[in-house]
């Protein structure tokens, strides 16, 4: 039975390197900087919940196992909202950004500044 837990437990440890290694290459092949970043939120989350799976196979699922679980939990919610503040700032600051994407890009350029407006305003107050 140790050998079924040790195969699975390498099984994903292997996995998660494996998701890591299809990432750093999709962040170099692609050219926009939004495009990278998508691919580097959504296969850094996928490669560390493999490897932390296999590490918590492999220590039986113990208080450890339950610890490593917690720090994936914090990286799955504090990843997409850091990648979103990036992608916003890119947004916000990427003045040829409009010859790069295909929908309305200025009216969402021009919505997305009053709320900052907005939210000054009340800060403000």
């Known amino acids: 039975?140790?050998?079924?837990?040790?195969?699975?437990?390498?099984?994903?440890?292997i996995?998660?390197?494996?998701?890591f290694a299809i990432g750093t290459i999709?962040?170099?092949k692609f050219k926009f900087v939004l495009n990278r970043m998508h691919v580097a939120s959504l296969l850094d989350t996928m490669g560390l919940f493999f490897i932390v799976l296999g590490c918590a196979i492999g220590r039986h699922f113990d208080a450890?196992?339950?610890?490593?679980?917690?720090?994936?939990?914090?990286?799955?919610?504090?990843?997409p909202i850091?990648?979103?503040?990036?992608?916003?700032?890119?947004c916000l600051t990427d003045e040829r950004l409009s010859e790069k994407v295909e929908n309305d890009y200025e009216e969402s350029k021009k919505l997305a500044?009053?709320?900052i407006e907005d939210s000054d305003k009340q800060e403000d107050e």
Not at 1 to 13: C, Q, Y
Not at 15 to 19: A, C, D, E, Q, S
Not at 72 to 77: A, K, P, S
Not at 82 to 90: D, Q, R
């Open 1 to 13: 039975m140790e050998w079924v837990k040790f195969g699975f437990s390498a099984l994903f440890i």
């Open 15 to 19: 996995l998660g390197v494996i998701v």
């Open 82 to 90: 850091s990648s979103h503040f990036i992608a916003k700032l890119e």
């Open 64 to 79: 450890v196992s339950i610890k490593m679980l917690l720090v994936f939990g914090i990286l799955w919610l504090t990843s």
């Open 26 to 28: 999709g962040v170099y």
């Open 113 to 115: 500044f009053k709320e």
